[in-house]
């Protein structure tokens, strides 16, 4: 995606090209992209992410529920750090920390044989957890990244790199 092209609440855009998002009002507003089966990011969190930490919605989708989440997010699973929630039931979550200050590499791709996400992080398969089935990250209509649909729960970090596809990526094509 082209962040500038997208600013919404103007996240800082820094000299290595990423974006920076201040937990608070910065957010890429992107808008109906449709349905979707991968999602892949680079991402750098300001502060530690465990089972224990605030919630930070990273992506929303549609309604302010829906998205991908950092932290301790959902209270129907345990010891969660990143959390597909693609409805209002079906949780895929890792539960790999993240340290605060390192650039990490995300990948979630809809799994048909298993029906549930894959999540990789550094292109090592890391789901841990999941409760309930959805065949893709959900209709897009209100795609907004750094934060939820009610602009309530954002993301403290910097990101780059964002791809957004319509196909299931394999195992392969993640490490490359």
């Known amino acids: 995606l082209n962040a500038s092209a997208y600013q919404s609440a103007n996240p800082l855009i820094t000299s290595t090209n990423s974006?920076?998002?201040d937990g608070a009002d910065n957010y890429l507003q992107v808008g109906d992209i449709g349905v979707e089966k991968s999602l892949a990011f680079w991402f750098n969190p300001d502060s530690a992410i465990t089972a224990v930490s605030a919630a930070q919605r990273i992506f929303g989708f549609n309604t302010g529920y829906y998205g991908i989440t950092l932290g301790g997010a959902t209270g129907s699973i345990t010891g969660e750090t990143l959390t597909v929630l693609p409805d209002g039931s079906s949780r895929t979550a890792t539960?790999?920390?993240f340290d605060a200050g390192r650039w990490y590499f995300i990948t979630i791709s809809w799994n048909s044989t298993v029906n549930y996400f894959d999540i990789y992080v550094d292109g090592v398969l890391s789901t841990d957890l999941n409760t309930g089935t959805h065949f893709s990250l959900v209709d897009w209509s209100?795609?907004?990244i750094g934060t939820d649909n009610n602009l309530a729960t954002g993301f403290n970090g910097q990101m780059s790199q964002v791809g957004i596809f319509n196909s299931t990526l394999t195992a392969d094509e993640v490490s490359s």
């Open 19 to 21: 974006m920076e998002f």
């Open 95 to 97: 539960t790999k920390e």
């Open 142 to 144: 209100n795609f907004k």
